[in-house]
């Protein structure tokens, strides 16, 4: 069974930090593409950062250089490293995995950013 647990959010004032995981199991979670969605109220599911399975990353535009995505292939975990949050980073956000069509989605934790 493909689980994928995200954890790690809550509520932080304007300029604060996060750091989110998503711990994977039942799959090669090094052979698999996995990225950081978010999805704000009355909006659509939008990416936010990947990163490949040899390590390339990539970043939404509004996020480069305050968000960092990261993966330990030996902990089976992905991470984004949040810092300089703002109020419109407030979302539910989400881990995907992704092989060769098969993707898989985690059940989300919610971000707040407010003061």
């Known amino acids: 069974q493909v689980q994928l647990v995200e954890s790690g959010g809550g509520l932080v004032q304007p300029g604060g930090s996060l750091r989110l995981s998503c711990a994977v199991s039942?799959?090669?979670?090094?052979?698999?593409?996995m990225g950081w969605y978010r999805q704000a109220p009355g909006k659509e599911r939008d990416r936010v950062a990947s990163i490949s399975s040899g390590g390339s990353t990539n970043y939404e535009e509004s996020v480069k250089g305050r968000f960092t995505i990261s993966r330990s292939n030996t902990e089976n975990t992905l991470y984004l490293q949040m810092k300089s949050l703002k109020p419109e980073d407030t979302a539910m956000y989400y881990c995907?995995?992704?092989?060769?069509?098969?993707?898989?989605w985690g059940r989300g934790t919610q971000v707040t950013v407010s003061s």
């Open positions: 039942g799959i090669t979670f090094s052979t698999y593409t």
């Open positions: 995907k995995a992704e092989k060769s069509g098969w993707l898989y």
